[in-house]
């Protein structure tokens, strides 16, 4: 994903339903607070480790993932949407 760089003030993102396989150019986004990631083809959670401390709602529902140990890293206390993967 490019452009999105420079929103460093975002604080919410919805790329559902965009056919993403990777996660990637996210890592500016530091004051993303909701980020939903639904209805993808991702199959791994990466590249998100600057979000981990912003991030209170995270959306990866109906994707292919099917390790999810590490959500609640990116996304502790807040609320995680994981529903529809390969678990």
């Known amino acids: 994903?490019?452009?999105?760089?420079e929103l460093v003030h975002l604080q919410w993102l919805d790329l559902s339903f965009n056919n993403i396989?990777?996660?990637?150019g996210l890592e500016k986004l530091i004051n993303l607070k909701d980020l939903s990631l639904a209805n993808n083809r991702l199959k791994a959670i990466a590249n998100l480790e600057s979000l981990s401390g912003s991030l209170q709602v995270f959306s990866l529902a109906n994707n292919f993932i099917d390790d999810l140990k590490t959500v609640s890293f990116f996304c502790p206390g807040g609320h995680?949407?994981?529903?529809?993967n390969n678990l």
């Open 1 to 5: 994903m490019t452009g999105l760089d």
């Open 80 to 84: 995680s949407l994981v529903r529809d």
């Open 21 to 24: 396989e990777v996660i990637s």
